[in-house]
Nanobody, 115 residues
Framework: QVQVMESGGGLVQPGGSLRLSCAAS????????MGWYRQAPGKERELVAT???????TYADSVKGRFTISTDITKKTVLLQMNSLKPEDTAVYYC?????????WGQGTQVTVSS
């Protein structure tokens, strides 16, 4: 059974930084993609950043230049460094792991950006 665990959320002031981490465990074969999505109250879940097994990276336009994704796919871990945070970044952030064609999600970690 695959488990996906996030950590690192919290409350931060505008302009501050947070780092989210995620680890996948269990019976895992090839991890093809790891990444982060987020869901704000009243909104649909949206992509934040993903990284593929061969290093291809995708960022949402709203986070480009502020967020950085990194991973050690062999260790099934992914990090999201978030800088220059804005109130509109407030959301529950979910770790995403794709093994072959199956998607697995973490429980989510709350990120609140507020003064």
């Amino acid at each position: 059974q695959v488990q996906v665990m996030e950590s690192g959320g919290g409350l931060v002031q505008p302009g501050g930084s947070l780092r989210l981490s995620c680890a996948a465990s269990g019976i895992i074969s090839a991890v093809n993609v790891m990444g982060w999505y987020r869901q704000a109250p009243g909104k649909e879940r949206e992509l934040v950043a993903t990284i593929t097994r061969i290093g291809g990276i995708t960022y949402a336009d709203s986070v480009k230049g502020r967020f950085t994704i990194s991973t050690d796919i062999t260790k099934k871990t992914v990090l999201l460094q978030m800088n220059s945070l804005k109130p509109e970044d407030t959301a529950v952030y979910y770790c995403y792991v794709q093994i072959w064609s199956t998607a697995y999600w973490g429980q989510g970690t709350q990120v609140t950006v507020s003064s």
